[in-house]
């Protein structure tokens, strides 16, 4: 089975000190898109090196808006995807064959509503694309108000002469380090850790540490197969 991870839960249900912590995260390290694009180019090239199939890419940001009198969640889904509305009443966008931008927009009590924004690849492109398309909606949600960082997640199968435990090797031997306990999770298919990397520009505090990196192992119910996932600072995907 797959597992719905912790990170997701956290994220959705705090989404306000979310959008404070990524601002404060901009604050400190400068980098903004730049800063995502490194990051995401540290993980496939470490996906790359034990992955046998295309990676998968999942980015997602998520905050809190005040919606204007009169102003609906279809025209908001609108402006962020700037796309006619026959695209805002689907709340999804093609941006190329590969890769779709999906937004939703739940109202809430008191006139706010949640803004949540997903880029989805089935196969990774090229990263000057990334980095137009993130530059492009930074700019669309900070005009509403949103500075939340993107959440980061790579996916793909391990090669198949690979054993789940080098995986975790190659985490470390590219400066990794594992986190006591926090986040861990272990059953029979699945395994996911936490680590501090402080190369990457995204991270959350628990416990006192900081968490940059999030990856999970899961064996496949069909054949020998591991799928493995990275997440920054969390995965927010199921794994």
């Not at 404070?20 to 730049?34: I, K, R």
């Not at 808006?65 to 889904?77: N, P, R, W, Y």
């Not at 395994?191 to 501090?196: L, N």
């Amino acid at each position: 089975m797959n597992i719905l991870c912790l990170g997701f839960i956290v994220v959705i249900a705090a989404a306000v000190s979310v959008t404070a912590y990524a601002s404060n995260a901009e604050e400190q390290d400068g980098h903004g898109a730049e800063g995502v694009i490194q990051d995401l180019t540290w993980m496939a090239n470490l996906l790359e090196e034990v992955s046998g199939s295309d990676m998968a890419l999942t980015a997602m940001k998520i905050g809190m808006i005040k919606l204007t009198e009169g102003e609906e969640a279809s025209d908001v889904v609108q402006m962020i995807l700037n796309s006619g509305s026959s695209r805002s009443d689907t709340g999804m966008a093609a941006l190329s064959s590969l890769t779709r931008l999906a937004v939703s927009v739940q109202q809430q009590s008191g006139g706010e509503a949640l803004v949540v924004v997903r880029l989805e690849s089935e196969s990774l492109e090229e990263m000057e694309r990334y980095s137009e398309w993130f530059q492009h909606l930074d700019a669309r949600l900070l005009a509403l108000g949103i500075q939340s960082d993107w959440r980061l997640n790579l996916q793909a199968d391990m090669k198949e002469v690979l054993h789940a435990d080098e995986f975790w090797d190659r985490l470390e031997g590219a400066g990794a380090h594992r986190t006591e306990s926090i986040h861990a999770y272990q059953d029979l298919r699945s395994a996911s850790m936490t680590y501090t990397v402080p190369r990457l520009h995204r991270w959350i505090t628990a416990a006192g540490q900081e968490i940059h990196l999030q990856a999970a192992v899961h064996h496949l119910t069909t054949g020998d197969g591991y799928r493995l996932t990275l997440g920054t600072p969390l995965i927010t995907i199921e794994y």
